[in-house]
RNA sequence: CGGAGCGUAGCUCAGCUUGGCUAGAGCGCUGCGUUCGGGACGCAGAGGUCGGAGGUUCAAAUCCUCUCGCUCCGACCA
């Protein structure tokens, strides 16, 4: 491609609606262009990127065993009512009414669709394993689009859905999926780790996340240097270790006018927060059920819900809590509380001469011991791993990063099949619902999450795999023997199959420079009168400073070369 | 949906507090000339519903009301 011809309106100041790196260099590299909030237009050279990361991503599908097929967009809303998804997406669906008032929504993925195909086609258990994926555009209305293309309202997503007999059946496709998302991920350059996730709404039970650590990405990862990772949801800390033993308070009542918050309570008293139970009241399937955590530590829901064998939990508002207590919110503890569920996180159940709510407006208690003063009938972890605290696994310091989610696999079970009848005949002839895997990958966010983590001050650093030119060669004049190198080092390395950018634009030098480093093609041949007076020309990498002067036809070579090892994984 | 901020040239912004002449700068763009190895310089130019609507006023980019859009924080989220 030259340059000249080529649509790739570069910037040289940074957007004034962008804030993170990758979205800036994304606009000034002429990638993506903003139409509206979460929805992007990818230019020329960010489409090719794009299109090189699905290329990839198929390519890694089709020999993990999976086939592509392409399902629609517009889905039928009453679809999404049978698995109880219209509700539990709730806003997030986009919806419209066609001509005839039918209420249609966008699909913002694909389970139902899929899952339904399957069943109308597929009955019996020689027909499974079956894994098939497209790569298709999503849409979901987000409260909150951000973060230039790394939460959109649009957004490009390969999902894979596996179909089985059997869980161990499932396991396997799965097993095959982790690995394959690992080549690929691989194949694209990215710095990557995988944690144990929570499933979240689309239900199931065993799942992973793929994950890019930024420092801007919008998942909080867990992590410790013998292995052990998780996101912030799953992650679990070592149990807090009993204090050495002293002599036990008794309990005393203070007044604490006006202090309804761990911060006014430990400045009054004095008190680290340490030394302080946080009495949460919280509402369960239509059930009061209090948690309780050390001041410091904040409550884990997702985990609260399982400890308590509930599937939705919210917290109380200020009347339940009056009514409960009989004080104002802000003044409840777990002594003298008869008739309602206690579940302590791990944490709560070693304290002792610790400070809790009285039960009685601007009073609190001190000199509260948990077990001798109320009792203890769950104890749980419930809470949510913080800065300090130590490894389940080996004891460690556990380290807090942020992330980008790529990637995620699930083991879903039999909630779709279920939900929609979808189901085979096994050997012995028995209906068994169809047992099911899905495994989501992001595009846009693998191009964000490698240009947030492959960059540096003069623009993007693109890996090989996925850069939209492998090679770029930079002709610095128009004297004719400039040219005609130019033009001949561009002939030869198309036919040896190298994407080639060449800037025949007729601007000075220093633009040429800056632009290639912005857009970042990862090499990039130099073509100028004072190497060539030695017959030489110019080969550096982006990475590099220093260039290497080669006779022309060795350059060829040599691109060739190089972009072949940097494309493997 | 709550909180905060911002909408003026293609882009980045100044001007608004304290209303007043033809609305400015830099970058980018067009033409000519000089330059030509890391975002050159001179001259000449094009380019504006000051987000929109209503109001106050002799007079509104500037003050008031409403509204739309965008960004950030929070809530939310395969």
Not at 22 to 28: I, N, W
Not at 306 to 319: K, S, T, V
Not at 476 to 492: H, N, R
Not at 549 to 561: C, F, G, K, S, Y
Request: net charge negative; glycine share 8%; proline share 4%.
């Amino acid at each position: 491609m030259k340059w000249s011809k080529a649509f790739i309106p570069t910037t040289r100041e940074d957007p004034a609606d962008a804030e993170i790196r990758s979205h800036k260099l994304m606009v000034r590299a002429g990638l993506i262009s903003k139409l509206a909030s979460g929805a992007y237009t990818y230019l020329p050279l960010g489409y090719r990127a794009l299109r090189k990361i699905e290329q990839i991503i198929r390519e890694e599908m089709d020999a993990a065993g999976a086939q592509e097929l392409h399902m629609p967009v517009i889905q039928p809303a009453d679809l999404w009512a049978r698995t109880g998804r219209l509700k539990a997406y709730g806003p997030v669906l986009m919806h419209f009414n066609d001509r005839h008032g039918r209420d249609v929504v966008l699909g913002p993925t694909h389970e139902e669709v899929i899952t339904s195909l399957v069943a109308n086609n597929v009955g019996s258990y020689k027909r499974l394993p079956l894994n098939l994926y497209q790569i298709q555009t999503k849409f979901r209305d987000e409260y909150r689009p951000r973060f230039g293309v790394l939460r959109t309202r649009e957004f490009l997503m390969k999902d894979a859905y596996s179909f089985h007999i059997s869980i161990d059946d499932l396991k396997t496709t799965y097993q095959k999926m982790y690995e394959a998302y690992c080549r690929i991920f691989d194949r694209c350059g990215l710095e990557y780790i995988i944690v144990e996730a929570e499933s979240g709404p689309i239900g199931g039970e065993s799942s992973h996340e793929f994950m890019v650590p930024t420092e801007v990405g919008e998942d909080s990862l867990v992590r410790c240097s013998c292995g052990y990772a998780a996101n912030l949801e799953r992650a679990t800390a070592a149990p807090i270790d009993v204090r050495p033993a002293e002599s036990l308070d008794e309990i005393q009542q203070v007044h604490t006018p006006g202090a309804t918050t761990i911060k006014q309570l430990t400045e009054l008293l004095s008190v680290s927060a340490e030394k302080c139970i946080k009495t949460l009241i919280l509402m369960g399937d239509g059930e009061p059920l209090i948690a309780l955590l050390r001041a410091d530590h904040e409550l884990n829901e997702a985990k609260l819900a399982r400890a308590a064998g509930l599937e939705n939990i919210e917290m109380a508002d200020a009347e339940t809590i009056e009514k409960l207590t009989g004080a104002a919110v802000g003044f409840s503890g777990p002594v003298g509380l008869e008739g309602v569920r206690i579940i302590a996180d791990q944490a709560v159940s070693v304290m002792s001469n610790a400070v809790t709510g009285a039960n009685k407006t601007d009073y609190h208690i001190t000199g509260v011991s948990p077990g001798r003063d109320f009792a203890l009938p769950i104890i749980a972890d419930i809470r949510l791993a913080q800065q300090g605290d130590h490894c389940v696994k080996c004891g460690g310091q556990l380290q807090f990063s942020q992330g980008i989610e790529i990637g995620h696999v699930f083991q879903l079970g039999t909630k779709y099949s279920d939900a929609l009848g979808a189901n085979v005949q096994d050997e012995q002839g028995n209906t068994k619902p169809l047992i099911m895997g899905c495994y989501g990958i992001g595009l846009n966010r693998i191009m964000a999450a490698a240009i947030e983590t492959c960059s540096d001050k003069d623009g993007v650093v693109w890996p090989m795999g996925i850069a939209p030119f492998q090679v770029v060669i930079v002709q610095l004049s128009d004297s004719s023997q400039v040219v005609e190198t130019a033009k001949q080092l561009y002939k030869d390395l198309e036919a040896r199959g190298c994407e080639v950018l060449w800037d025949d634009r007729q601007v000075r030098p220093g633009v040429k420079f800056k632009d290639a480093d912005l857009i970042g093609i990862p090499l990039r041949i130099t073509v100028g009168e004072k190497a060539l007076a030695q017959g030489k020309i110019e080969l550096k990498r982006r990475t590099e400073k220093q260039p290497r002067l080669l006779e022309p036809t060795d350059a060829v070579e040599a691109v060739v070369q190089l972009v072949e090892s940097q494309t493997r994984s």
